[in-house]
């Protein structure tokens, strides 16, 4: 009986701390960058770091989940190119009974070669997007306090964010319609069904 108790325990602490390991990961690595245009101390760097982070949660996940995607493209681009190569290469030859397995292999390779070479753009963007809340927090624009960023990255980092706002908007809408459609529905069949028995069918029945 003291299994299922148990068990459970385990599953949630084992999830903490994967999600606090990646927490710490995410903020080792961008202290590091701040480490290396700043020349501060690593603990200063985190603390620095987390308050940049945390002042910009909504530009991050935006930053992120875009950067991620293209990445991944990137990535997958790669890979069926190489597979495609490969069959082509590899379709023809007389000495191979089974090209499948070659194919697979190389696919694997190039797999390994673009994460490891796109993990440095990954590590370029987080740079930048350090350097952006950076120059946000020191400047304002104003004459003598001049932003360091370009217009256009300021535009697209600020368009990311509104449209990944009127995104949750409509889906809160969404649910929120379909909500009403759902106690609409409840309330109709509330009425249609009769509280009492019918009085005829009930003589019909007895008769």
Not at 31 to 55: D, M, R
Not at 57 to 75: D, H, P, W
Not at 162 to 180: D, G, P, S, T, Y
Not at 184 to 200: C, F, G, I, R, W
């Amino acid at each position: 009986h003291g299994r299922p108790v148990v068990f459970p325990k385990q599953w949630y602490q084992r999830r903490v701390r994967g999600c606090f390991e990646k927490i710490m990961k995410f903020i080792n690595r961008n202290a590091y960058i701040y480490t290396a245009f700043k020349g501060s101390a690593f603990c200063t760097s985190c603390k620095k770091v987390f308050g940049l982070l945390l002042s910009n949660v909504v530009r991050v996940g935006v930053i992120n989940c875009v950067g991620m995607f293209i990445l991944f493209i990137g990535k997958f681009l790669v890979v069926i190119v190489t597979a495609i190569l490969g069959y082509f290469m590899m379709k023809n030859d007389d000495d191979l009974y089974f090209w499948a397995i070659p194919v697979l292999i190389a696919s694997i390779f190039a797999f390994a070669v673009a994460h490891t070479f796109f993990s440095v753009y990954e590590i370029g963007i987080d740079a930048i997007f350090i350097c952006f809340a950076e120059d946000e927090t020191k400047n304002d624009g104003t004459p003598g306090r001049e932003y360091y960023m370009s217009k256009n990255l300021m535009e697209w980092v600020d368009n990311s964010g509104e449209a990944i706002k009127n995104l949750r908007r409509k889906k809160k809408q969404q649910k929120a319609q379909a909500r009403v459609g759902k106690s609409n529905d409840v309330a109709s069949s509330k009425q249609t069904t009769p509280m009492y028995p019918d009085l005829n069918e009930m003589e019909m029945t007895d008769k």
